[in-house]
């Protein structure tokens, strides 16, 4: 079974550019995370997807950070101007169906995004 | 709002030896994890503890929970070179009708001599 698969896999940006991450989780998973990790920090959740529906974005700082669903498959991150506190490693996640609820998240191997 | 806290931050060990992580969290919930973090790698899922008093172990990995006392024990037994990580307990909030929310805590590093 193929895991979640993030590109780029790294990006060196200056401060006040752009920048967009994409995922693709499991095949058949509902449920779609993007954490961002600071350098000696546990991951902190920025959005939650149910579907292609936002769950919880509580976390995400709206006038910088964005990021979408489409069709309830692949997501994308999107950074825009970046700061240089926004220097870490962005992992996506996926978990199982609702109904199944077993709660294991399932990791790509993480953007490390360095903004200069 | 849920908190997880983890002790130690850092633990340095012999090989062989024994230790013991906890994970400490603030409000109720039924269902913990633990995750394995390499340097420079993503997160591997180790143990997900479903219920009051659950106990799963893998080779010199053993986990527990206690829903009661709102703590969770990672326990390393005759630990070797290869266990070297950081490891993070998250904690699910709790059903809410859509999904659930986990929050981890800030990860254990260990390190372990030779």
């Known amino acids: 079974e193929a895991g979640v698969a993030q590109s780029p896999r790294y990006k060196i940006i200056e401060k006040r550019q752009s920048v967009a991450f994409w995922c693709n989780p499991i095949s058949g998973h509902a449920t779609l995370y993007w954490y961002q990790q600071i350098l000696g920090q546990g991951p902190k959740l920025l959005i939650q997807f149910q579907n292609n529906g936002v769950v919880d974005d509580s976390q995400l700082p709206k006038d910088r950070f964005s990021a979408e669903r489409l069709k309830g498959v692949d997501s994308t991150l999107k950074i825009q101007p970046a700061k240089l506190e926004d220097s870490a490693v962005y992992l996506c996640?996926?978990?199982?169906?609702?109904?199944?609820?077993?709660?294991?998240?399932?990791f790509g191997p993480g953007t490390r995004l360095l903004v200069l | 709002e849920l908190k997880v806290e983890q002790n130690p931050l850092f633990l340095s060990m012999q090989e062989g030896k024994n230790y013991t992580i906890y994970c400490n969290y603030s409000t109720t919930s039924d269902r913990l994890y633990w995750y394995r973090q390499d340097p420079g790698k993503s997160l591997e899922s180790l143990f997900v503890l479903l219920s009051n008093g659950a106990v799963k172990q893998e080779g010199r990995l053993m986990a527990s929970l206690d829903t009661k006392a709102r703590l969770s024990t990672l326990h390393i037994t005759a630990a070797v070179h290869d266990l070297s990580a950081t490891y993070f307990c998250?904690?699910?909030?709790?059903?809410?009708?859509?999904?659930?929310?986990?929050?981890f805590g800030k990860g254990t590093r260990l390190h372990i001599l030779p």
């Open positions: 998250a904690v699910d909030e709790g059903w809410k009708g859509r999904d659930d929310k986990i929050i």
């Open positions: 996640a996926s978990s199982p169906p609702v109904g199944g609820r077993g709660g294991t998240q399932y």
